[in-house]
């Protein structure tokens, strides 16, 4: 049996406010249309693919909170990408604002098997940015206040090939993410983004170095989508990868709009670093790693 996932990195330009569902969703379509014209197991979509960034805005009225959120998935309007999945056989992930019926908001991402049954999901655990109104930023990033902090850690599941899971945006950032994933044997991590060129407190912050680490030290290939582009005035990075587990980046989106990134992905690479040098089981200390779930920040020396 095969062991090659071939996976499609569907980056998606700029999505303005006034973009309707309807309209990204068929930008989403016709990505999945291509990627299928390429033989692909899955295609994986950005963080918050439905919409623009709305937590770039400090909002007060609650119906206009409301309209950047989904109550149900599929719906009417996402529903012609399960259609089409089913259609093609073809996978996907994708990343959503979700409101759940009692009242919860999650930064989501699922993953939808090729007869396009959900047989995954996430809640986005590392949410940065700010809960407050901070004028004196020239966007907000208020992911604290729009979100709950996930509750489902993170899994891993079979079903398109190999051990898959995700993680979103700024959990690439934390060795934490990755290492979950890894103690569970992932062979390849799924992760969307919407990343601001500058962060307004640290315009020079590094986004591809850690997803090749993550990569290299779990063993694992990891896919890393954005959302890119100028939206809003706000100018997003591009620069989606596919990232082997020897931690090269294998393939790069070029372009800053809707643009797709093939690459041929073989699971058993991930073997040779999880027998060896990252054998888990053999080389692991878990007894010398209490202080990280034990305490959350950082303190000092003492004396
Ligand atoms: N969406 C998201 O998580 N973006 C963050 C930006 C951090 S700036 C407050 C990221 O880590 O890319």
Known sequence: MSRIVTVGAAQMGAIQRAHSRREVVSRMVELMR??????????????????????????????????FYEREMPSNETAPLFNESARLGIGFSLGYAELT???????????????????????????PGHA????????QHLEKRYFEVGDLSWGVWNGLGGPMGMMICNDRRWPESYRVMGLQSVEMILLGYNT?????????HDNQLVMQAGAYQNGTWVVGVAKCGVEEGCEMIGGSSIIAPTGEVIGQALTQEDELVVA????????SYKTTIFNFDMHR???????????????SPQG
């Open 34 to 67: 291509e990627a299928a014209s390429h033989r692909c197991d899955l295609v994986v979509f950005p963080e918050l693919t439905l919409t623009t960034f709305f937590p770039r805005w400090w909002m007060e009225s609650q119906e206009e909170i409301d309209s």
């Open 132 to 139: 407050g109104h901070e004028p004196w930023r020239a966007f």
């Open 196 to 204: 601001p060129r500058h962060n307004p407190p640290a315009p020079d």
């Open 101 to 127: 019926p009692e009242g919860q908001r999650f930064n989501t991402a699922i993953l939808v098997n090729k007869s396009a049954e959900i047989v995954g999901k996430y809640r986005k655990i590392h949410l």
């Open 285 to 299: 200390q878990p007894d010398q790693y209490r202080r990280i779930v034990e305490q959350r920040g950082a303190v």
């Open 264 to 271: 041929r992905c073989d699971l058993d690479l991930t073997k």
